[in-house]
């Protein structure tokens, strides 16, 4: 089949006996209310309009009444009927998955459609119905359905298959990009980016009828070492009138730091939409030195691997593949592991409800879980799960109750606000709001750990489970987060889901009588030691904990202390008053000079802030041929002064170049471009003495000439040059 881009078109057909100018009229306003159909174009090459949208719930669908062109929708599968014919008594039968055409076929009454396990009959008759506009009845075509969907999940997890991707157009990110907008990304269309690939199957939009609806599916590939794409997972969001599906439940598609967002947009205001793709990469989430069939999957969480560990033995290895063998499709108390019967759960890794073959992932195979974070209550080298005596399973129970139903709902402990540069301490780790996003995401620090957490997200920082409830934005300095955090859950979070639910009971039960080879041995207190001896903002220092070194560092004008605190390492946020530069506060500038003060007989200079605070270098210099302006610094700090002082008052001969003349010793006007004559040359830039001045241009064209009278004092002329002045002369 030929990979052609088809247009989005809409439209929809209308079958009735009446004038052409009536028919005229409807055709216009069915064009302005009808939905929209795009499918796959690897497959279809072509889109179609749906008059109506049904979500199916089920596997199996029975309705009637339905209009020409009618769309069902049950996850990622699409059924339309189209084409009908009440004289023939035929329609064309379309089916969808990922939302892109893969058979249609034009049925008569009672006949079968079946492609692979789906299948469909129709049954097409005449309804009559009102005109409009007119007084008369008209004839259209409806059907009965009865649609089998597939039974078959939606894949969530990675195929071990590899294949040669088909793409009807490849759009590639620069691989020194961390984020790029695409839009006009048609069904077929692949983006690649370093060595992943986003396929975008298909799409759906609707802004007519009384039902509205819209919805994407992605594939997400990666290239292995053979030069072929394996299979990750996908992007599904449905949305049909006020029921919404996402998955993953994020709505974007995350995956070793690589983040790809589908943005709605509409193509004509109020009338038809489609999908444009966010990509973006956060390289602080890669996976480095994982190569082979373990490329895939980052473990955040612990405990993460040990939902994948279905023989109990602390490894993830081929072993297991047998032992989740033997529960595939069952479900409640009847799974088994040897000869204990356990909850079904625990063998579903994927959370997928179902147990089958995607819930063992390739990327763990060879990871360890550590089942001594099981024995967490006694300690006492031995896993016991009854909820009795002083075991395990007991503190499990306690801490559960403790907690429900909150605890339940958010595997975090305590919620607060933070303002920007806020310090909390959370149990023994001290957490920092470091910045708050305008999008929403937040940076925090936890004991030198640093993280950007989206809205909404739960990450694990520097052993701090930390969640990203709400922020307020206004500036930089200004804004708030609302935060939950709890170092206390990872003991009792046996499922890595970030919730503390009865889950984490039956994985406890699946490690039962587990004895370990010996308990996990206490770790050394650590020692805390400051370079600089405390909260030092003038010293660039570091402290010492644990083995880890802890600098001193600036972020913009702030800088971050580290300190010990009842020996463990602590940290303070300081605005620094002058600014931050190389892990110290800068110091307050003061106000320099070169001629010791108020010198009147040496020429100096001083460099300090003026009046208005603006930092500046002057010098002494003649305002006229017997006063003397003097600068000099003020007592303390950056400020300087001036005093206008009268040579001639105070027994000197009078002012020349910057200082006051003695008697009998004169230094008289110099001008260093005097010319003949009158001494005024518009052709060179120059200065002069007593007082001092220098040749400048303004207005384009006008030059001040400074020049020497006969009296020894220096005066100024304006001139204009007949070409233009610059740089204090005329060219």
């Not at 972020?555 to 605190?565: A, H, Q």
Request: aromatic share 10%; hydrophobic share 30%.
């Amino acid at each position: 089949m030929a990979k052609t881009r088809a247009n989005r078109n809409t439209g929809i057909k209308w079958e009735f006996i009446s004038a052409f100018a009536a028919f005229f009229i409807v055709l216009m306003i069915g064009l302005s209310v009808n939905p929209s159909f795009t499918g796959l174009a690897t497959y279809s090459g072509s889109y179609s309009s749906c008059s109506e949208i049904i979500d199916a719930t089920s596997s199996t669908f029975s309705t009637q009444s339905l209009t020409n062109g009618a769309c069902i929708i049950q996850n990622d599968k699409i059924v339309k009927v189209s084409e009908m014919n009440y004289i023939s008594r035929t329609a064309k039968i379309h089916f969808y998955e990922k939302y892109s055409l893969v058979a249609e076929e034009r049925k008569s009454n009672y006949e079968v459609m079946q492609h692979d396990d789906f299948k469909a009959t129709i049954y097409v008759y005449r309804a009559s119905e009102k005109h409009p506009y007119f007084p008369w009845s008209i004839y259209t075509p409806k059907a009965y359905v009865n649609i089998e969907f597939p039974k078959t999940p939606i894949p969530t997890s990675q195929n071990p298959s590899t294949i040669n991707v088909l793409c009807n157009n490849i759009r590639n990110m620069l691989s020194t990009k961390t984020s790029e907008a695409f839009t006009d990304v048609f069904p077929g269309d692949c983006i690649t980016y370093k060595d992943y690939l986003i396929l975008k199957t298909g799409e759906f939009a609707s802004r007519g009828g009384t039902i509205l609806g819209e919805g994407i599916y992605l594939e997400l590939w990666k290239k292995q070492s053979d030069g072929k794409y394996g299979y990750v997972k996908p992007l599904m969001y449905k949305k049909v009138g006020t029921s919404v599906v996402r998955l993953p439940a994020s709505g974007i598609l995350e995956y070793e730091g690589l983040n790809v967002e589908p943005k709605l947009r509409e193509l004509i205001v109020g009338y038809n939409k489609v999908f444009d793709l966010v990509v973006s990469y956060d390289v602080t989430k890669s996976v480095p030195g994982i190569t082979g069939e373990e490329q895939g999957i980052s473990v955040e969480h612990p405990l993460e691997a040990c939902r994948y560990d279905y023989d109990a033995d602390g490894k993830v290895a081929v072993a297991d593949i047998s032992a989740l063998a033997q529960n595939i499709g069952k479900t409640g108390n009847t799974c088994k592991l040897g000869t204990r019967t356990l909850r079904c759960t625990v063998f579903d890794g994927n959370r997928d409800g179902v147990i089958n073959n995607d819930d063992l992932p390739n990327a763990f195979i060879g990871k360890e879980c550590p089942i001594s974070n099981f024995d967490y209550g006694d300690g006492n080298g031995k896993i016991e799960s009854t909820i009795s005596g002083n075991n395990d399973g007991y503190f499990w129970d306690q801490r559960y109750k403790q907690g429900a139903p909150n605890y339940e709902r958010d595997c975090v402990g305590g919620i607060f606000t933070l303002a920007v540069r806020e310090s909390k301490d959370v149990g023994s780790k001290t957490l920092n709001l470091i910045e708050v996003g305008s999008q929403g995401d937040i940076n925090v620090d936890v004991d030198g750990d640093e993280e950007i957490i989206g809205s909404g997200s739960i990450k694990t920082v520097g052993g701090l489970i930390v969640k990203n409830v709400a922020r307020t934005y206004s500036t930089i300095q200004s804004s708030t987060a609302t935060i939950m955090a709890d170092n206390n859950c990872l003991n009792y979070d046996l499922d890595a889901d970030y919730k503390l639910t009865i889950n984490d009971l039956y994985m406890l039960q699946k490690y039962d009588g587990k004895v370990l080879v010996q308990a996990p041995p206490l770790p050394p207190t650590p020692t805390c030691t400051d370079s600089d001896n405390g909260i030092e903002y003038g010293v660039n220092g570091y402290v010492r904990y644990s083995n880890i070194y802890y600098n001193d560092v600036c972020s913009r004008d702030y800088l971050r202390e580290y300190y010990c605190n009842s020996g463990v390492v602590a940290s303070d946020y300081h605005a620094c008053e002058n600014g931050c530069e190389y892990g110290i506060c800068k110091s307050a500038p003061t106000c320099v000079e070169n001629d010791g003060g108020r010198t009147y007989n040496t020429k100096g200079m001083v460099t300090g802030t003026d009046a208005s605070g603006a930092w500046k270098t002057v010098t002494d210099y003649c305002s006229s041929s017997s006063v003397l302006k003097e600068y000099y610094c003020a007592t303390t700090g950056s400020r300087y002064s001036y005093i206008l002082h009268d040579c001639i008052a105070h027994g000197f001969a009078g002012c020349s170049n910057g200082i006051c003349i003695t008697s009998g010793t004169t230094t008289g006007c110099t001008d260093t471009d005097a010319g003949t004559g009158d001494g005024i040359n518009y052709n060179e830039k120059g200065t002069v003495t007593n007082p001092d001045g220098e040749d400048s241009c303004y207005s384009g064209k006008w030059l001040r000439e400074y020049y020497c009278q006969t009296d020894g004092t220096s005066t100024s002329k304006a001139y204009v040059c007949p070409g233009s002045c610059s740089n204090g002369k005329c060219v």
